[in-house]
């Protein structure tokens, strides 16, 4: 396995920034068995693969792949404490949204864990796209990508005005909402396009306009509130009893 | 305000060891809209309050305040970019276990994130004790903290032999595994005591002997688990439809 130059350590560095991310169509993903596992299910997006410590030859005999000291994955790593592997990939394809299928739309998730986890529990219920507010977190952003556990490499994410999108699809809309019916009374069936808000603001009053059915989770103790991943869970899983 | 002196700082960055704040008994808790909310609930629990910006009269007049320059602040922080404001809070006094109140039980979390989201989840359902595996994370650690949104001061959180626990209390088990029957068909009445497991490993077999109705989360996408808070949350709402 080749060295790791200087060269390529610079370049990796570059691309702890969105912008030459972007330029370039790349994502950074770091940690064994996430990137080994991206690596096997997507093994066309693999642009290069950086390891501190013994990778299988299967990685090495299918891919672009450099060898590093702990001391350089320390110097490429976004994160505060490097992993031994580190992996490179060409931005999955956009997919094309459909129309009659389900969709979660997020209005200004900040946190990419929360994105991360929002992506991961939507792949587990069968969810296929999401549709984001332009000031979503955005979807290539390594903390997501680490979080989602590689459900963003599967997920059609969109960003879109939401008020223009919510209009366009012209159907009923249920809105996570301080005050709105018990979630436990919807019927999962009638549900097709479900809207979840900011971390601390819940959905912004523009979009609450094209809320048509508000929808909250009751709570019997003291907390203030839920954290926006665990209310997206619960609605998803209530969503999932659906027949269709 | 008095000024903080070198010695503060000092004994500050002293406790940011377990060993330390468990000798002294404190906690650490950042940010400025969660050590505000946790001094006027827990007054009794306040030690100290640093502060690098303006602060509310109410805080300065009823708790021993301390002004921090920016740079000040970002040594005594445990984060990796510091808050404003920064409390030292003694630890709530442990509160006796009830064994005929229902029970969350946590073996081998590690992530504070994860335990402090469970802690919240739990508040928000109404929950109020939660027993860990010895291995569990630490209640008390600045994470959880920040994670439970000041919910690790109302719970009751226990950490316990887990087999011995569920020995003892004798009573019928639910818990979180693969292939277990449909948590939709599960009747939230039945359930007293409920075990989530480790995020990677889920129950351990020593436990899983324990339990006497496996719970399963049903999934119809690619993904290939459920993070840990997110699968406590959706069973914590499963149980909150019960009719106690």
Known sequence: ??????QKIKWIKSLHLK????????????GLKLVSELAIQ????????????????????NFDCYQCSENE???????YSASTLLGIFHEPAAKAFNPTERVLVLEGIQDPGNLG????????????????????VNMFNSKV?????GSAFRMSVFYENLGEFLQKMNTVVHGALLNGDNLADIDPNEIKILVMGNEGKGISPDIQKHINQAVTIPGYGQAESLNVSIATGIFLYHWSQSKS
Chains 1, 2 share one sequence.
């Open 73 to 79: 994955m320390e110097r490429i790593t976004q994160f």
């Open 42 to 61: 997507f093994p066309s997006l693999v642009h290069s693969i950086y390891a501190s410590s013994d990778i299988t030859e299967s990685l090495q005999t």
């Open 145 to 149: 990508i680490q979080s989602s556990m």
């Open 19 to 30: 912008k030459n991310r972007d330029k370039e169509k790349v994502v950074l993903v770091e």
């Open 1 to 6: 396995m080749e060295k790791i130059s200087l």
């Open 117 to 136: 986890t929002i992506i991961r529990t939507a792949d587990w219920f069968g969810i296929k796209q999401i549709v984001c507010s332009t000031d979503t």
